[in-house]
């Protein structure tokens, strides 16, 4: 079976600041990862994914993922907040033995200070 | 940029009626899928539907769960008798195929269930 934990269900960080969020996963196959973020009064965006290709995957607005086999790690980085960063983030893996279904962490939800 | 649309936003109903939560997927998109999140907890898988007819489907969804395409764009998820419990976040969410868990899924804004 798959899921995911995300450490910290709120991330404070100042504008200008590294963003660092955390996803550690847990997978009897090798996974596929996702990052989502939402907006407020918006559906689930896809950030970036993991799919079996390069372990850095870069996504949208500047962020990046890097898969770590060996630490079972997906984390979520930007080199500089902004303020429009300030938002739920959500890990998810599915595998190719669990058909469709994506499992999801219980969400980071950013703050930008300026 | 096609999106996925929920109605409505903001669901409150009586225990023990029946509600019906709708979405209009991508349109060009294949499979359709609804999630639901509790309050302060994880966002869970429900069901998927493809050519007409569920997929799969977790422990959560069932008798009182149906879901429907009634026509060329609507997908529905019907609660028969509503549960304190069902009160959540619910997601729906659409993807162009479904290879092995790879392919994106992208999702509305979800409806706010509350059951009092």
């Known amino acids: 079976a798959q899921s995911v934990t995300q450490l910290g269900s709120h991330v404070s960080v100042s504008e200008g600041a590294l963003v660092l969020l955390r996803c550690n996963y847990s997978s009897s196959v090798p996974p596929y990862l996702f990052w989502y973020v939402q907006y407020p009064n918006q559906g689930l965006q896809l950030l970036l994914k993991?799919?079996?290709?390069?372990?850095l995957v870069k996504g949208i607005n500047g962020f990046e993922a890097e898969f770590k086999k060996s630490e079972t790690s997906f984390h979520l980085t930007k080199p500089s907040a902004h303020m429009s960063d300030a938002a739920e983030y959500f890990c998810a893996v599915s595998a190719s033995n669990t058909g469709n279904q994506f499992y999801f962490g219980t969400g980071t939800s950013l703050t930008v200070i300026p | 940029e096609p999106e996925v649309t929920q109605t409505p936003s903001h669901q409150v109903t009586q225990m023990g009626q029946e509600v019906i939560l709708r979405c209009v997927p991508i349109s060009n998109h294949l499979y359709f899928y609804w999630y639901r999140q509790i309050l302060g907890q994880k966002v869970e898988f429900l069901v998927s539907f493809y050519n007409n007819e569920i997929s799969e489907k977790s422990e959560i969804f069932d008798d009182q769960f149906s879901v429907e395409r009634p026509d060329g764009s609507n997908f529905t998820l019907k609660i028969r008798s509503t549960k304190l419990e069902d009160s959540a976040m619910y997601f729906c969410a659409s993807s162009e195929q479904a290879v092995g868990g790879t392919d994106t899924q992208y999702f509305g804004p979800g409806t706010r269930l509350t059951v009092l």
């Open positions: 993991y799919t079996s290709a390069a372990t």
